[in-house]
């Protein structure tokens, strides 16, 4: 690559990490955004989401990982021909900052993605240890010195507030859940209704831990399973339809399905353990690595968003 | 920002994960080097070494991070004069592919960097806590996607063979340290002798991990403190004058003064807890972690690097 000639000195980056701000107000201090998604499926609602995101798209950057299955093949295809018509024919204004494609190196454990099938509780840890790579991954490769936000945000939660990113900062938490439900007709009352989603938002209960400390450390407790009730407070439940929009609950588990971290908890080592951590594992168990690690998380009962009907 | 006119689109970086290899013969494949330094001083020799590597400089990325403290600046000012020094004006062939600087955002524990104080056993808990997050601040902001090797070295080793990086890729460990010495003045011999310094590469022994048992999940268990002896075997000790230059030996604990890491053990997850894993913090939690992702830490006895002499 040596042309002989005199090269231009290679970049040396200086970053002080004390002047990136991670404050309340991200808009008014210009913090970088970085959204992170593992994604198997390309849902189109997703990426009309993130299109209506009211935080400035020059300000987010964009990080996937996909598998390295067919239908990560086909996730893949869809992806790069909705980003290539945002970032080179869409306006300016719609253009993120910039994006990073990344695929898995490992094959994925021989679970179906049907929702009844990777749901069964025997292929629990054999999939969450896997996604807890998956993210790791994608987190230690493209977390970089200069963000001051992570949001994670699963391929399948195809509607948020278009205002998330500025809602969820200015609780200045370091690890924050909405609460993800989902959208379904009631045949009931046919009518469109919505009913809770994800049940990794929970507080512990001492059945749980008592529970867990009868198991083997290698053996994981995971939630909304019948089979092993665990009487945790689940934040799903929570939500109250007069409720205050920006009321707060501690945690002790969280899901990955939306969750916005400040970019010093993961800089200070919390990542999704693949192993079973305190029983837990994946998103349940970095939430009990950020409080290890001096940051509680919190929840929102009542700030929602959607995850995709199947 | 907006020019009103038409703007480059942004870039869309596309990374197959597989297509970086980490491999027994680096060099052939071209794969990137990431040389991670946490730097609470600057030493010449340090720097005259990495500058010998003999590894083709344009595909190593060299990150710091530097305490916020007055011995951190100073460091900062000799380091950026080197910098400066073989980034613009030095040979194009030394020249490193790019250079990452950062400060610490917390205030360092107040234990002070001298030798007798920072080893005392009631300041290591405290310290290395620190350590820990300032390597994984280092490690989440700098690891990109297309890092293959991550190769830790402390800011006093200052002396390795120039071939290091090669050395140690050849064994294909996922987790690879050499062995620790330091050069003193012997003045029984009257001349310059060699003595065992990193006594964090260990393997584990029935006494230490009963010890660990019998402790609380939050104490941590360190090693070198005649107040309590773990009878571990430490590898500072196992080397041979006639032994196999590349002989290996299974680790528990690993120390950072010099370590070689498949950018995909940390990219599994596998970081510097700065709380009690297992007992364990640091360099010596990671190592447990690795072991607990699937990628066994090796050590070479008999393959030594250099730690400066106060
Ligand atoms: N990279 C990657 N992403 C996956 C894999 N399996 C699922 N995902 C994505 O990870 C997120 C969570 O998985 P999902 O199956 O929706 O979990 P659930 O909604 O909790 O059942 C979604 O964004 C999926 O598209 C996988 O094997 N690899
Ligand atoms: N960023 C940062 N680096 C530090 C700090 N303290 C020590 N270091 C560096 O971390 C490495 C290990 O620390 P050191 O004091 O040499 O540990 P020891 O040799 O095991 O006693 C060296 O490269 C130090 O320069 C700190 O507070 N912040
Ligand atoms: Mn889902
Ligand atoms: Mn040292």
Not at 88 to 114: C, N, T
Request: hydrophobic share 35%.
């Amino acid at each position: 690559k040596s042309t002989g000639g005199k090269l231009a000195a290679p970049p040396v980056a200086h970053y002080n990490l004390n002047n990136v701000t991670t404050t309340p107000t991200p808009l008014e201090n210009s913090e970088n955004v970085l959204l992170l998604t593992p994604m198997a499926r390309f849902y189109p609602e997703y990426w009309d989401n993130i299109m209506r995101l009211d935080y400035p798209h020059e300000l987010i950057t964009l990080g996937f990982i996909l598998p390295k299955t067919r239908e990560g093949n086909d996730a893949m295809r869809e992806l790069q021909k909705r980003i290539a018509k945002t970032q080179q024919q869409g306006p300016e204004k719609d253009r993120f900052k910039s994006i990073i494609i990344l695929r898995e190196d490992i094959d994925p454990p021989l679970v179906s993605q049907d929702e009844k099938e990777r749901h069964k509780m025997k292929n629990q840890k054999v999939r969450r240890s896997a996604m807890a790579k998956a993210r790791n991954s994608l987190l230690f490769s493209t977390l970089g010195p200069s963000t001051s936000w992570v949001l994670w945000l699963d391929a399948d939660v195809v509607e948020t507030p278009p205002t998330i990113i500025q809602d969820l900062a200015q609780h200045d938490q370091g690890v924050l859940a909405p609460n993800c439900y989902q959208r379904f007709w009631n045949e009931e009352t046919k009518a469109m209704d919505e009913r809770p989603y994800d049940f990794n938002n929970w507080q512990d209960s001492p059945i749980a831990l008592e529970l867990a400390q009868k198991m083997s450390p290698d053996d994981i407790l995971v939630e909304g399973y019948s089979e092993m009730a665990t009487y945790r407070t689940l934040m799903a439940y929570m939500a109250q339809e007069d409720g205050r929009l920006h009321e707060e609950m501690p945690l002790d588990g969280v899901g990955g399905a939306a969750l916005l971290v400040k970019a010093d908890v993961h800089r200070d080592g919390a990542m999704f353990p693949a192993f079973a951590f305190y029983n837990l594992i994946e998103t349940e168990g970095f939430a009990k690595m950020s409080k290890r690690l001096g940051w509680q998380p919190f929840g929102l009962p009542n700030y929602k968003v959607y995850h995709y009907n199947e």
